[in-house]
């Protein structure tokens, strides 16, 4: 699949630092990575500084005036999957780390900067206790008799071990209230859910899961935009949720989804600023994997919020959105394209003659697109009453001409502008391939980004 990827930035005050901060971070063990990039959050993720490994060590300046907050530090690429958070505040001038990769995960030690040695002494504290009460969880959940003592010992060490981190949470927090905000925060509202009840089925549980993710999370802190904590919430809901359904994205899965962006939705709306935040990190994410439904939805269910809180080249393209919304709808006829063929001979969509019309927007460079195209040319050459017209979303002629070769019974275009292109912007396409059935007066009759559902 490719996508087109927008980015929604909004801007939010905060207080800063008064001095430049130093970070400096050495590594052991690493042989994969030659650079470090810290990120920033708010309202958006944006790189904020990159750093050259020399001999596995780096130094960052950070100047004055930078925001507080919860920064993530990427080893390698912006995408990479080994990361540490590192808490800024106005108090601290020296952030000092060393991190063995060598070990599960990378053990990150702080020889300067009291609140993150705090927090990740928490963490680490933590990770021990949750394993251990993970163990027994499972066992407790798979043990064929209740009635055995092992049972009874081992639900004991379970709801023993739940109390001891519910105190020295307490502990944490009452320790970090005055003097540490950051991970005072973010350690109260990382929640988890325990099994109270071993009686109860697995979908109870997961049922109980549900419904308790956001219990006890301060959904109403604007202080929290700036750290990932609520990137990574709701995030985690929708893998969450999209786990414990059995249906793949492209089904039954897509319009469930709309259920768990609701909840999102939902559990942020007691704050202006957060829900906004809520709505516009859904918005992107679903634009950025080609969700086109889930962006609708969106852009429909929350239309009145969204215009109150859109601005500028923001708002602009919502309200193309929704133009396009309105000429593009199963029963409106769609927007008319006109092309050149090989002959030079003008062609537009509104002269083919035929019962239906397939439209796919698609890519070269698009591995889906590539598996559906072999499938539309053999119907395009079985069935006489349906013509298939490809709209390449392109920007290099070589690749392209190649690839239509391979497909004479299709009726090709492309202007090489890609997402920019007019006939992607007037239908609305944000991911290929996306397909447009027509019928003979080029009536909309359905829409998909899946070949055989748009062919059932």
């Not at 071990?161 to 970090?176: P, Y």
């Not at 939705?265 to 889930?294: C, H, M, P, Q, W």
């Not at 852009?299 to 919020?305: A, H, T, V």
């Not at 391979?406 to 090709?412: F, G, P, R, S, T």
Request: glycine share 2%; charged share 25%; aromatic share 16%.
């Amino acid at each position: 699949m490719r996508i087109k990827i927008t980015y929604l930035i909004l801007f939010f005050c905060l207080s800063s630092f008064a001095n430049s901060l130093t970070i400096k971070g050495s590594f052991k063990g690493n042989v994969n990575f030659e650079k470090v990039i810290l990120k920033k959050y708010f309202f958006t993720i944006q790189n904020f500084k990159t750093a050259v490994l020399k001999d596995n060590t780096f130094e960052i300046q950070i100047l004055e005036d930078t925001p507080n907050g919860v920064y993530r530090l990427f080893l390698g690429e912006q995408n990479s999957e080994t990361y540490f958070d590192l808490i800024i505040n106005n108090r601290e001038n020296n952030i000092v780390f060393e991190c063995d990769l060598d070990k599960k995960e990378g053990q990150i030690i702080f020889k300067e900067s009291e609140e993150n040695k705090l927090y990740y002494d928490f963490l680490n504290f933590q990770e021990l206790y949750l394993k251990k009460i993970s163990i027994n969880q499972f066992y407790l959940e798979n043990f064929p008799s209740k009635d055995e003592a092992i049972y009874s010992k081992v639900k004991n060490e379970y709801f023993n071990e739940l109390e001891l981190l519910k105190k020295n949470k307490e502990l944490f927090l009452k320790k970090s209230k005055e003097n540490f905000y950051w991970s005072n925060q973010l350690i109260k509202n990382s929640t988890f859910f325990f099994i109270q009840n071993f009686d109860q089925s697995d979908n109870d549980l997961e049922k109980l899961k549900f419904l308790n993710y956001w219990k006890d999370v301060d959904t109403t802190n604007e202080k929290l935009l700036y750290t990932p904590f609520y990137f990574d919430k709701i995030l985690n809901f929708l893998r969450f949720y999209t786990k414990n359904n059995q249906s793949s994205y492209q089904t039954e899965i897509k319009a469930d989804l709309t259920k768990a962006v609701d909840e999102i939705i939902t559990s942020f709306s007691n704050n202006v600023n957060t829900k906004n935040f809520a709505i516009s990190y859904l918005l992107t994410g679903f634009r950025e994997i080609g969700a086109e439904d889930l962006v609708k939805y969106i852009d429909l269910r929350y239309k009145n919020i969204l215009l109150n809180f859109l601005k500028d080249k923001d708002l602009k393209d919502y309200l193309s959105r929704l133009e396009t919304y309105e000429k593009i709808k199963v029963g409106s006829k769609v927007p008319n394209i006109a092309w050149r063929n090989a002959s030079n001979e003008i062609q537009d969509l509104y002269s083919i003659n035929s019962q239906k019309t397939l439209l796919v927007f698609w890519s070269s460079e698009c591995d889906h697109c590539k598996l559906a195209m072999p499938k539309l040319d053999q119907l395009a050459k079985d069935d006489k009453n349906i013509t298939v017209v490809a709209i390449g979303i392109e920007w290099n002629q070589q690749p392209y001409a190649e690839e239509i070769k391979k497909y004479k019974n299709i009726w090709h275009y492309t202007d090489f502008k890609g997402w920019q292109s007019k006939v992607a912007v007037d239908y609305g396409i944000q991911a290929t391939p996306t397909f447009y059935l027509l019928d003979q007066s080029k009536n909309m009759i359905s829409k998909s980004d899946v070949i055989d559902k748009i062919l059932k």
